[in-house]
């Protein structure tokens, strides 16, 4: 049988494997083949029975998703010999040496390796990871084996994580992007009181603080890497780059260019020249009403309060979503039932109101009297699981793209006004709305529909068809 050599990509992945730091950080950008290198490291101790790795995820769903870390690594380690343990996710070589995965998911959970020695820590994801749970492990990262510990780590890129701050001197201040002539540069520091002190040598570090016991220099690099060093991946998945390339802007200066100063940033989200206007829209078989309530009327002690908004969209057979109707106020509790009873009546049986309601208990009993309160409507409710910018990237990737288009009407500059100042402006209720309402379209069914059903419903809604007081 003809023998398979399993070695790393030339460029960043050969890069990384070579360093000899303490501490080697991998990444930036998605596609670079982190996790291939990452689960590649403890290969090189194969041999050694006293050797052990531990490769860590911030959730053990994370290791066990599918095609995921502990897939991978069973893909790679099988064909060496490894016995492969899922239950404790455990790879252990024909030599005794070890692989383990795990998860540290709150700060508690670092105090779980207390008395461990680990020869090899790995962190797959560190921006996902506290700067507790890294400099606590690190006092963990000790060995037996003859191997001095070290530490393997990799990540995207992301301005707010403190991995930001400690791969500073690597990173271009001006344009985010990794400077090229110091990718896999040695660099020394000394960590005092919490305080990091970098030097270009031990010797400098030596210089300035002494020797002794807490003067102990550890030598760090960084390797950047994005999809083009991976042509293995480019030619397995052809589409990935498409992938890439529709993700949201944010999330695409991140991911596919591993930009590490981007933030979210008024217009970042959205622009109104993404949004065409148009006179009608199409005849949907079914659609939506979002509402984002809020239940406080403008007062002396409360002059902006947020929005009740509900707002209304359908979807048509091509995928292209068509905002069609807005019902923002700020008004009492009462009011806004009853804008919400009076509005639903308007829509009809053809559109689906929803409501977004609190997590826990709460939740429960706004579902229980809003469903007696619509009751002959396909009333539902939703309660979100990830907080608002997570949810305006899936509207933002469809407004890039030219998918979402409004009915002409005089709340659009209103609206434009709030999406374009997203996420910096007080107010965010219209684009929870819209979140929302193009979230429950994709991925609930609700508002698919094919070309024959559009066309037998026969005449488009057009912008003077829809009238709703705001007088509640």
Known sequence: ??????????????????????????????????????????????????????????????VRNEGGLWDEACKLYG??????????????????????????????????????????IMFDELT????????????????????????????????????????????????????????????????????????DSTEELFDRFGTGPDVLPKSFTFISAKLEDNP?????????????????????????????????TSGMFFKRQWFEIVEAAPVAASSVRYWDRASTEVTPNSSDPDYTVGLKVIRDYQGVFYVVDCVRDRVSS?????????????????????LEVDPGQAGVFEKNYYTRLLAGYDVRCNRPVVNKQERAKIPSAQAEAGNIKLLRAPWNEKFLEELEAFPNAKH????DALSGSIIVLTQTGIGNFTKEMAE?????????????????
């Open 232 to 264: 293995i991946l480019m030619a397995d998945d052809p589409t990935y780059q498409a992938n890439l390339n529709a993700l949201p802007l944010l999330d695409r200066m991140r991911l596919k260019d591993g930009n590490w100063n981007v933030k979210a």
């Open 1 to 62: 049988m003809a023998q398979k050599t399993i070695t790393p990509q030339p460029g960043p992945q050969t890069i990384f494997l070579e360093t000899q730091a303490d501490i080697a950080i991998y990444g930036g950008a998605a596609g670079g083949g982190k996790s291939f290198a990452l689960l590649l490291e403890p290969t090189r101790h194969i041999n050694n029975s006293a050797f052990g790795a531990v490769c860590f995820r911030r959730t053990t769903k994370q």
């Open 128 to 199: 996902h990871f506290t700067s507790k749970m890294f400099w606590y492990m690190m006092s963990r990262n000790r060995s037996s084996s003859g191997v001095p510990g070290y530490i393997r780590a990799t990540c995207n890129a992301d301005a707010d994580s403190w991995v930001r701050h400690l791969i500073d001197w690597y990173i271009d201040p001006v344009t985010g992007y990794p400077i090229p002539e110091r990718m896999g540069v040695l660099r020394y520091f000394i960590r005092i009181n919490d305080e990091i002190h970098w030097g």
């Open 79 to 120: 064909p060496l010999g490894f016995a492969l343990k899922g239950t404790t996710l455990e790879c252990t070589s024909l030599y005794g040496m070890k692989v383990q995965f795990s998860h540290i998911e709150y700060d508690r959970n670092v105090y779980d390796w207390q008395g461990s020695q680990i020869a090899l």
């Open 334 to 354: 009462l009011k806004v039932e009853n804008a919400i009873k009076n509005t639903t009546a308007q829509d009809g049986l053809s559109t689906s109101p929803w």
């Open 428 to 431: 965010d209720d219209q684009v």
């Open 456 to 472: 037998s419903e026969g005449t488009p809604v057009m912008n003077d068809s829809h009238v709703i007081s705001t007088d509640w």
